[in-house]
């Protein structure tokens, strides 16, 4: 089955640039969203099809994919970018939803 | 706006069944594929069901097929989840999240499904 790789944690300083990564054989020939979960949320969709923004997401966050790599970039990031994130892929291999590990954002 | 509203989580034994319900609103939900993920205490985000928009196809994780059994009613505006043989591991809050692009934009809140001797 198709793994997701994210590392568990990421810090940043307030007004730094936070970079998250997903990890998968081949990703960039998938398209990958990325989530937010905020503690006691719902998780909260924030890219889309690999760098698509939903409506009212700031465009402070930006995503990209390429190779064997897809990245979440958050600039200027603020208190209330504390959160877990997590990437997700379709795999068509075996129309299955996969999720990465999830990766925890720390605001300093 | 979308509203996606879950219901019928408890606390069950283990070996019993659970059924979910999802109730959507805010869009034409029979042009929607819909999702169930669910996430146990502490833990990620796991995929466990989809169901296309009109019915015809479904599928699911390793770890629920066989036992769960996702369906939905267009009519009613709603999606659900058959849960039988519950285990232990099965604990988790479970979302239902609208189709886009074969993963989720929309979420709803969730429901808590404890499985507990």
């Known amino acids: 089955s198709y793994v997701l790789t994210q590392p568990p944690s990421v810090s940043v300083a307030p007004g730094q640039t936070a970079r998250i990564t997903c990890g998968g054989n081949n990703i960039g020939s998938k398209s990958v969203f990325w989530y937010q979960q905020r503690p006691g949320q719902a998780p909260v969709l924030v890219i889309y099809?690999?760098?698509d923004r939903p409506s009212g997401i700031p465009e402070r966050l930006s995503g990209s994919n390429s190779g064997n790599t897809a990245t979440l970039t958050i600039s200027r990031v603020e208190a209330g970018d504390e959160a877990d994130y997590y990437c997700?892929?379709?795999?068509?291999?075996?129309?299955?939803?996969?999720f990465g590990g999830g990766t925890k954002l720390t605001v300093l | 706006q979308v509203q996606l509203v879950e219901s019928g989580g408890g606390v069950v034994q283990p070996g019993r069944s659970l059924r979910l319900s999802c109730a959507a609103s805010g869009f034409t939900f029979g042009s929607y594929g819909m999702h169930w993920v669910r996430q146990a205490p502490g833990k990620g985000l796991e995929w466990v069901a989809v169901?296309?928009?009109?019915?015809?196809?479904?599928h699911y994780a390793d770890s629920v097929k066989g036992r769960f059994t996702i369906s939905r009613v267009n009519s009613k505006n709603t999606l659900y989840l058959q849960m039988n043989s519950l285990r232990v591991e099965d604990t988790a809050v479970y979302y239902c999240a609208r189709e886009h692009n074969y993963l989720s934009d929309y979420w709803g809140q969730g429901t808590l499904v404890t499985v507990s001797p």
């Open positions: 997700q892929v379709w795999d068509s291999s075996t129309d299955q939803g996969v």
């Open positions: 169901m296309w928009y009109d019915g015809t196809h479904e």
């Open positions: 099809d690999d760098s």
